[in-house]
């Protein structure tokens, strides 16, 4: 599966034409790996560093520089607590350390069946209600701590209907 898809990668940059410079082009092959794994693998990174000619400190510059690339597969369900001021006087830091807590990871980290992710964020703009939390698109608003196990218990049953 996965020399598959490096074979994609692979000749998806043997048959680009850059429009402009290494650098857009490198760009460019970023977002298709991106694209095409989900996340920026190792192995790929190699292979875009040795068929680019481009030193592999550098794609991994580039690659960490931008927050839409992950260096890690991304969990199928991204968890963002705020940590915006309104949230963490109401008490944010205990949704978050609950969290860190019930799928014993930490903050950037994905569960090891890859379904759960925990990430901090900056105000989400409806102070007025929080805390909040986010789970992927969908917004949690004046959480408690105890709300946690059944929203986490809501995404399980969802996936597992999912891959049915
Ligand atoms: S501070 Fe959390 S939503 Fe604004």
Excluded: W
């Amino acid at each position: 599966m996965a020399s598959e898809k490096l074979k994609v990668l692979e000749d998806f940059i043997k048959d680009d034409k850059p429009i402009g410079d290494k650098q857009g082009q490198l760009m460019g092959v970023l977002h298709k790996t991106q694209t095409i794994f989900g996340y920026l693998p190792a192995e790929a990174m190699d292979v875009i560093s040795e068929k680019l000619d481009v030193p592999s400190a550098h794609v991994y510059g580039m690659a960490t520089f931008y927050n839409y690339f992950s260096l890690k597969p991304r969990a199928r369900f991204q968890i963002f607590t705020c940590k915006g001021t309104a949230c963490y006087v109401g008490g944010g830091a205990r949704i978050l350390e609950r969290l860190k807590q019930e799928l014993k990871i930490g903050v950037g980290d994905t569960t090891p069946d890859g379904m759960f992710g925990i990430n901090i964020t900056r105000c989400l703009g409806c102070c007025g209600l929080s805390p909040v939390m986010q789970v992927n698109e969908d917004i949690y608003v004046r959480m408690v701590p105890e709300k946690i196990p059944l929203i986490l218990a809501k995404y399980r049953k969802m996936d597992k209907k999912k891959r049915r």
